[in-house]
């Protein structure tokens, strides 16, 4: 959900909460929910957080977040679950392997 309907749809207050916990105006907090200030990464972060993930990051940079949080992608993850899988074969280097009694 982006920024902008959150905050219409929310119930009253959240607004002035959410641009507390920004650091900003309120003003400031309807520019940025209507496109016409940026918002940086870092305050997308925290919207994702005030709102328990309804509006997330992903929301915001809609194009962009792959490029600004790699660790988001699923497909990063995959390939990163696949790597220590691959280690889990093997005893840690520089240990002997257990001998069964």
Do not use: H, N
């Not at 309907?5 to 916990?21: D, H, N, P, V």
């Not at 003003?27 to 509006?55: D, K, N, W």
């Amino acid at each position: 959900m982006d920024l902008k309907t959150y905050i219409a749809t929310s119930e009253r207050g959240t607004a002035t909460r959410l641009a507390a916990s920004l650091g900003v105006s309120k003003s400031y907090l309807s520019q940025m929910a209507s496109g016409e200030s940026p918002i940086s990464p870092a305050r997308a972060v925290v919207i994702e957080q005030f709102s328990g993930g309804i509006c997330s990051r992903k929301d915001i940079y809609p194009d962009d977040w792959p490029l600004i949080w790699p660790e988001l992608s699923k497909q990063r993850r995959k390939v990163v679950r696949e790597i220590e899988a691959t280690d889990d074969v093997q005893p840690p280097v520089g240990r002997a392997k257990s001998k069964a009694a």
